[in-house]
């Protein structure tokens, strides 16, 4: 059963020919015209069949021929479901009249959405009502960037002496690439723009970083966090410290502009869920030694 879909109110087509289908239900007549072909004589008519509840449309009905207007309805008819008020309306046009509580609510979170991200993208830019706090922000972008995170696993890699701290790093290594590839996946076929009044001016990005869902920075803070408190042997004042990162830096990332709130909220939820994805796949010394035994 189709769905209604969002209106592109500003092509040009579009605002002509929801000119035709005015009053409460307009809209989805519009989606049912924008998805017909270019008009011909005979399909304008059938066009035109379909808006009956319209007073202009009807106005427009009455100056068809009588004949013309009976075979209409005659072949409509087949088709077509009766209504409260007995008029008849084909069946497509019908389900566009009542769209699903769902997406209803979707759309209504959207627009929470928009409207709150855009009140608390308060760093968006220097001049904005908290602009002083913009360098800080960057800070906090930085700390949860793709590249300190690579190097410092690569590095730590390295560094450590114990077979169990470079099998560790090695796992680090591998979610952060993981990461990096879901998240361009994601963003790739979602498509979602970030917010107009965000700067583009991160560094080090990917062309798919100009889209907005999810955000990076939120599902490596989150992946990132759960797998340092799995792994390394901390203090409880540094497990907080941890959490508290990954929150700020998904709470910076609304406050930059860059992503609405709901692109950091799927990040985090992603985030939680690739950890879990990490731990199935574990790189164990036995799991590399087999792997560099096929390469050979
Ligand atoms: C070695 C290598 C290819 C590193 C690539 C690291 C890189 C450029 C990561 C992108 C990080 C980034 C800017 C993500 C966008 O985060 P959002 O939170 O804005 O989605």
Request: hydrophobic share 45%; charged share 15%; net charge positive.
């Given at each position: 059963?189709?769905?209604?879909?969002?209106?592109?109110?500003?092509?040009?087509?579009?605002?002509?020919?929801?000119g035709?289908?005015?009053?409460?239900s307009?809209?989805?007549?519009?989606?049912?015209?924008?998805?017909?072909?270019?008009?011909?004589?005979?399909?304008?008519?059938?066009?035109?069949?379909?808006q009956?509840?319209?007073?202009?449309?009807a106005?427009?009905?009455?100056s068809?021929?009588?004949?013309?207007?009976?075979?209409?309805?005659?072949?409509?008819n087949?088709?077509?479901?009766?209504?409260?008020?007995?008029?008849?309306?084909?069946?497509?046009?019908?389900?566009?009249?009542?769209?699903?509580?769902?997406?209803?609510?979707?759309?209504?979170?959207?627009?929470?959405?928009l409207?709150?991200?855009?009140?608390?993208?308060?760093?968006?830019?220097?001049?904005?009502?908290?602009?002083?706090?913009?360098?800080?922000m960057?800070?906090?972008?930085?700390?949860?960037?793709g590249?300190?995170?690579?190097?410092?696993?690569?590095?730590?890699?390295?560094?450590?002496?114990?077979?169990?701290?470079?099998e560790?790093?090695?796992?680090?290594?591998?979610?952060?690439?993981?990461?990096?590839?879901?998240?361009?996946?994601?963003?790739?076929?979602?498509?979602?723009r970030?917010?107009?009044?965000?700067?583009?001016?991160?560094f080090?990005?990917?062309?798919?970083?100009?889209?907005?869902?999810?955000?990076?920075?939120a599902?490596?803070?989150?992946?990132?966090?759960?797998?340092?408190?799995?792994?390394?042997?901390?203090?409880?004042?540094?497990r907080?410290?941890?959490?508290l990162?990954?929150?700020?830096?998904?709470?910076?990332?609304?406050?930059?502009?860059?992503?609405?709130?709901?692109?950091?909220?799927?990040?985090?939820?992603?985030?939680?869920?690739?950890?879990n994805?990490?731990?199935?796949?574990?790189?164990?010394?036995?799991?590399?030694?087999s792997?560099?035994?096929?390469?050979?």
């Amino acid at each position: 059963m189709p769905s209604p879909k969002p209106v592109r109110a500003s092509s040009g087509r579009s605002s002509s020919v929801s000119g035709v289908g005015s009053g409460s239900s307009g809209r989805y007549e519009f989606m049912s015209l924008t998805r017909t072909p270019p008009l011909s004589p005979s399909s304008a008519s059938q066009l035109l069949q379909r808006q009956g509840s319209d007073p202009t449309t009807a106005r427009l009905r009455a100056s068809e021929s009588p004949n013309r207007r009976r075979r209409g309805s005659a072949s409509s008819n087949a088709s077509t479901s009766s209504t409260g008020g007995g008029q008849q309306l084909p069946e497509e046009d019908c389900m566009h009249l009542n769209p699903s509580i769902i997406s209803v609510a979707l759309s209504s979170l959207l627009a929470v959405d928009l409207w709150l991200s855009k009140r608390l993208g308060v760093c968006a830019c220097e001049e904005a009502s908290w602009g002083s706090a913009r360098p800080l922000m960057k800070l906090v972008e930085i700390s949860g960037h793709g590249i300190p995170w690579l190097i410092g696993a690569v590095y730590c890699m390295y560094k450590s002496d114990s077979a169990a701290g470079q099998e560790v790093m090695l796992n680090l290594l591998m979610a952060l690439v993981l990461d990096l590839v879901l998240v361009a996946i994601v963003k790739a076929v979602v498509r979602r723009r970030r917010p107009a009044h965000n700067r583009m001016d991160m560094f080090a990005t990917f062309s798919v970083d100009r889209y907005s869902f999810p955000s990076g920075h939120a599902t490596r803070a989150a992946m990132c966090a759960r797998f340092l408190l799995a792994h390394l042997v901390l203090a409880a004042p540094l497990r907080v410290l941890v959490m508290l990162w990954a929150v700020f830096v998904g709470l910076s990332r609304v406050l930059l502009g860059r992503h609405n709130v709901t692109d950091v909220a799927f990040g985090f939820f992603m985030g939680y869920c690739q950890y879990n994805l990490v731990e199935a796949l574990w790189l164990s010394p036995a799991t590399l030694q087999s792997m560099m035994g096929q390469l050979e």
